[in-house]
């Protein structure tokens, strides 16, 4: 989706929603990366997400921690160079 500036509390939280089964995705883990983020930066104490539901910003915080984790060992997997020693023999 792309959070902006305009973008509002439930912009972020549906985002969130959106993308909660990001493990083995780093697209989906991106997304609610920043989701979580924009949620961590607008925070009031709680967010009354929908009737009887609500998030805690300590979690959020702990699941911040778990995607930067995932999306920074897939980027450095992508741009890792491996080498390999080979020797011929001549017969």
């Given at each position: 989706?792309g959070l902006?500036?305009a973008?509002t509390?439930a912009d972020?939280?549906d985002q ?7 493990e083995?995705?780093?697209t989906k883990?991106t997304?609610?990366?920043?989701a ?5 930066a607008?925070?009031p104490e709680?967010?009354?997400?929908e ?7 300590a979690?959020?915080?702990k699941?911040?921690g778990?995607?930067?984790?995932y999306?920074a ?9 491996h080498?390999?020693r080979?020797?011929?023999?001549l017969h």
């Amino acid at each position: 989706m792309g959070l902006t500036s305009a973008s509002t509390i439930a912009d972020a939280y549906d985002q969130y929603k959106d993308n909660l089964s990001w493990e083995g995705d780093s697209t989906k883990a991106t997304a609610a990366l920043e989701a979580v983020r924009f949620l961590l930066a607008c925070r009031p104490e709680q967010i009354a997400a929908e009737a009887g539901v609500s998030i805690r910003y300590a979690s959020l915080e702990k699941t911040e921690g778990m995607l930067a984790a995932y999306i920074a060992s897939r980027s450095s997997a992508v741009n890792k160079s491996h080498f390999t020693r080979a020797h011929m023999l001549l017969h």
